[in-house]
C-alpha cells in the first residue's frame, strides 16, 4: 500500500458521541531504528518483539461539535489527573494525523491514558501511548466508514502511531513485527508495520524480557535528537546497509531456530546504536556504569550456565534482559540473585512476548 490508500473515503455515518478504549503494549527491537528521513520514515528496517506487560490504556470520549472547529479541541488526563504539559505533543500528533483523519476537528475528545509500567521508569511510553491513541482514532473512523477489513484498520493503525513516534508503529500486533522496507520481505514497508511474515521457530514463541532499570531519570537525549544524529554521521550509510543485512540473517535464525546465533544479532544490534551515539557530534554516552556491570554479569554467566540468556539497550541505561521460555527458571533465578543490585531501588519490570493491542 502506498501513503494515498490511507486517505479517507467518504464517512457515511453520524456518530455524535460515545467512547473507545484500547490497550497497547510497548515493543523491544531486535534490530534497530536509528535515523530517520521527513515524515517519521526510517532509513532502515527494524525488527521487533511485541511486549505484553508494559502497556498503555487509553480512552477517548468523543463529543461531536456543532460546526467543524478551527483547532483541535482535546483534553488530555494522565494517571487520573489533568496533564497540561502533555498536551502540545499531542497537538503535534493530530496535526500530522489529520489529513488522514479528517474528522478530527470537528469533535472535542476526553484522552484519558495510563501506563502500566512505573511512571518516570526510564521506559519510554511512546511506542505504547502513541499506539493506542492511533487505535482509538481508528476506531471512531471505522465506526464512521462503511466497511474497513481488519488488515486496513491494523495497517492504518500502524501507519498514523508512526506519525506519533516511529517504534510505536510495531506496537498494533504481536508477537514479532517488521517496520522498513527490506527487499528479502515481501510486503515491508516504510510506512507502517507489518506482522512478520516467515516462519519463526518453536525457540522464538515464548521469550522472557525482564527489564532492568538502572536508570530511572529523564531521558539524557530524546529520541529525536538521538535520531536526527544520524544526518551527516560518518559511519550512517555502513550502519543502514549493516541493519538490512543483520535482517537477512535473522530471517534464516527466526527459520532454524539458532539460539547462539540471534545472540550475536541481537546484543550487536545493542551495542551499534549505542555506538553511533557515542560517535555522533555531539556524541553521548548513554550507558551507566551499572549498564556495563549487569552486560558483564550476562556474559559470564551465559558462558558457565551454558544458557542463552542474552541483552538488548534502548536508547538508555535500562537493560532488557532476553531469554527463552525452557530456561526461565534458571536465568531468572540468576537476575534475582546477581542483576537486581545494579537496578535503582532494585526495580525491574517482567515482560515477555506479547500478542498485540486489544480494545476494551
Ligand atoms: O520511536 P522513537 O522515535 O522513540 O525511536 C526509538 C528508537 C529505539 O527505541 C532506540 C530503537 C527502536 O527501534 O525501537
Redesign the pocket.
Known amino acids: 500500500m502506498i501513503e494515498k490508500d490511507f486517505a479517507p473515503s467518504d464517512y457515511i455515518h453520524d456518530i455524535v458521541e460515545g467512547k473507545v478504549c484500547y490497550k497497547s503494549p510497548s515493543?523491544?527491537?531486535l534490530?534497530?531504528?536509528?535515523g530517520?528521513k521527513e515524515n517519521?520514515l526510517p532509513q532502515n528496517p527494524?525488527i521487533?518483539f511485541t511486549l505484553d506487560a508494559c502497556t498503555t490504556t487509553t480512552e477517548v470520549a468523543f463529543e461531536k461539535l456543532e460546526k467543524k472547529s478551527n483547532d483541535f479541541s482535546f483534553d488530555l488526563w494522565f494517571e487520573g489527573e489533568p496533564k497540561e504539559d502533555f498536551k502540545p505533543k499531542i497537538k503535534i500528533f493530530l496535526t500530522r494525523i489529520e489529513p488522514y483523519l479528517p474528522f478530527l476537528k470537528n469533535y472535542y475528545f476526553k484522552i484519558e491514558t495510563k501506563n502500566s509500567f512505573p511512571h518516570s521508569s526510564g521506559i519510554?511510553s511512546?511506542?505504547s501511548g502513541m499506539s493506542a491513541l492511533a487505535l482509538c482514532f481508528m476506531d471512531l473512523e471505522q465506526q464512521l466508514s462503511s466497511n474497513m477489513t481488519n488488515e486496513y484498520f491494523n495497517k492504518k493503525a500502524s501507519f498514523l502511531a508512526r506519525l506519533g513516534?516511529?517504534?510505536?508503529c510495531?506496537s498494533i500486533e504481536g508477537d514479532i513485527v517488521q517496520w522498513g522496507q527490506h527487499n528479502a520481505t515481501e510486503g515491508s514497508s516504510d510506512l507502517y508495520g507489518i506482522k512478520y511474515p516467515y516462519k519463526v521457530h518453536e525457540n522464538f514463541k515464548r521469550y522472557y524480557d525482564t527489564i532492568l532499570l538502572v536508570d530511572k531519570g529523564q531521558k539524557q537525549v530524546s529520541?529525536?535528537i538521538?535520531?536526527n544524529l544520524m544526518h551527516h554521521h560518518p559511519f550512517a550509510e555502513e550502519r543502514f546497509k549493516q541493519a538490512h543485512e543483520n535482517l537477512d540473517k535473522l530471517q534464516s535464525i527466526f527459520a532454524s531456530g539458532d539460539l547462539k546465533e540471534f545472540i550475536k544479532i541481537v546484543e550487536s544490534e545493542a551495542l551499534t546504536?549505542h555506538a553511533m551515539m557515542m560517535t555522533s557530534m555531539p556524541y553521548f554516552i548513554l550507558m551507566k556504569p551499572n549498564t556495563l556491570e549487569i552486560i558483564n554479569k550476562i556474559w559470564k554467566f551465559r558462558e558457565i550456565s551454558k544458557t542463552h540468556v542474552c541483552f538488548t539497550l534502548?536508547?538508555g541505561a535500562n537493560v532488557h534482559v532476553l531469554y527463552p521460555e525452557n530456561e526461565k527458571e534458571e536465568v531468572f533465578q540468576f537476575i534475582k540473585d546477581e542483576l537486581i543490585v545494579y537496578c535503582e531501588n532494585q526495580q525491574y519490570i517482567c515482560d515477555r512476548i506479547g500478542f498485540g493491542a486489544k480494545k476494551l
Open positions: 515493543n523491544i527491537a534490530i534497530k531504528y536509528w530517520k517519521q527494524s521487533s519510554a511512546s511506542a513516534s516511529g517504534s510505536a510495531r529520541s529525536t538521538g535520531h546504536l534502548d536508547a
